[in-house]
């Protein structure tokens, strides 16, 4: 799990966290989640979807999504099997001005 502040987060420290308004986004592949699962109140945007997701119009975000668009400032994090496609998410997201 990756997160700005936190480059590494356990799990217990993600549930923590999801007791305030982070928004969690799963970067893996559905292929991934369908086998695997997924960790609870995460929405997937696989990672070759992100930048133009992050980049879409907050409406069509929420269509697609089923979630409010994170603005720039919003806590975000990042989640993936082994920590390296949320590291990319994480960089992606602070080129597009994510804090």
């Given at each position: 799990l990756c997160a700005g502040g936190a480059p590494s987060l356990s799990?217990?420290?993600?549930k923590d966290l999801k007791?305030?308004?982070v928004l969690h986004i799963d970067v893996r592949e559905r292929w991934e989640i369908d086998r695997s699962g997924k960790i609870p109140?995460?929405?997937n945007i696989p990672l070759g979807e992100l930048v133009e997701a992050l980049q879409m119009?907050?409406?069509?975000?929420?269509?697609?999504?089923n979630q409010k668009m994170p603005s720039k400032s919003d806590p975000v994090v990042f989640s993936c099997l082994?920590?390296?496609?949320?590291?990319?998410?994480?960089?992606f997201a602070m080129s597009l001005g994510f804090s």
């Open positions: 799990y217990q420290q993600l007791k305030t308004s109140a995460s929405i119009d907050p409406t069509e975000f929420k269509e697609r999504y082994a920590g390296t496609r949320s590291k990319q998410a994480l960089g």
